[in-house]
């Protein structure tokens, strides 16, 4: 399943500077737009993975998994 997420993303004082609008904490910085797209990705892609292991993680034992779109 892919997910579609939002990237704000700026050059400022000759770096591109980016952030994930829907992810609190994935940002980053790079010399040129390409490069920070893909560090996006990346860094997304780990928060993705970090998040589902934490929240597992917290459930402990005895939990159900339910898909939610909105």
């Keep these: 399943m892919k997910n579609t997420y939002t990237a704000v993303i700026k ?3 000759g770096y ?3 952030w ?3 992810v609190p904490g994935v940002n980053c ?3 040129s ?5 893909k ?5 997304l892609k780990e928060a993705l993975k ?3 292991q934490d929240a597992l993680h917290s459930a402990e034992t ?3 998994e339910e898909l939610v779109t909105v």
């Design 20 to 22: 994930i609008e829907e």
């Design 33 to 37: 737009r390409e490069e920070l797209v």
């Design 50 to 52: 970090f998040n589902r």
């Design 11 to 13: 050059e400022d004082d």
């Design 62 to 64: 005895n939990f159900s």
């Design 39 to 43: 560090s996006l990705r990346i860094t």
């Design 16 to 18: 591109w500077i980016g």
């Design 29 to 31: 910085q790079e010399t």
